[in-house]
């Protein structure tokens, strides 16, 4: 697996020193399996950044971004209280609908 192992450096290297791109250690079959294991448990979640433009300009809301995680299979979203301006979560609270 030479190959999979340079790609596997690669990918983990980008931000370390020479260091520790030297500690990673080598891709092999057990441990690629274990990686393959793991992605099925990995939660997923939407943060409200990839929607900001809907939500500050657009006719999206904080109900929608929860619609959009639910729709898609997520874990949850990631939402500040302020995204959206006029349509945040905030401006609910204080309108009464929180």
């Given amino acids: 697996m ?3 192992d340079a790609q596997f450096r690669a990918l983990l290297s980008p931000n370390l020193t020479a260091a520790e791109i030297e500690q990673i250690p080598d891709l092999t079959t057990e441990r690629a399996r274990v990686l ?11 943060h409200a950044y990839a929607l ?4 500050t300009y657009g006719a999206y809301g ?7 995680a639910r ?3 997520l874990a949850g979203v990631c939402i500040h209280v302020l995204d959206g301006e006029e349509r945040s979560l905030r401006a609910c609270r ?3 609908h929180a």
Avoid: M
């Avoid at 393959?36 to 939407?46: H, K, N, Y």
């Avoid at 900001?52 to 939500?55: A, I, P, V």
């Fill in 2 to 4: 030479p190959h999979l």
């Fill in 36 to 46: 393959i294991d793991r992605i099925d448990r990995v939660r997923l979640f939407g």
């Fill in 52 to 55: 900001l433009t809907n939500l």
């Fill in 62 to 68: 904080p109900d929608d971004v929860l619609d959009f």
């Fill in 71 to 73: 729709e898609h299979d």
């Fill in 94 to 96: 204080v309108a009464g």
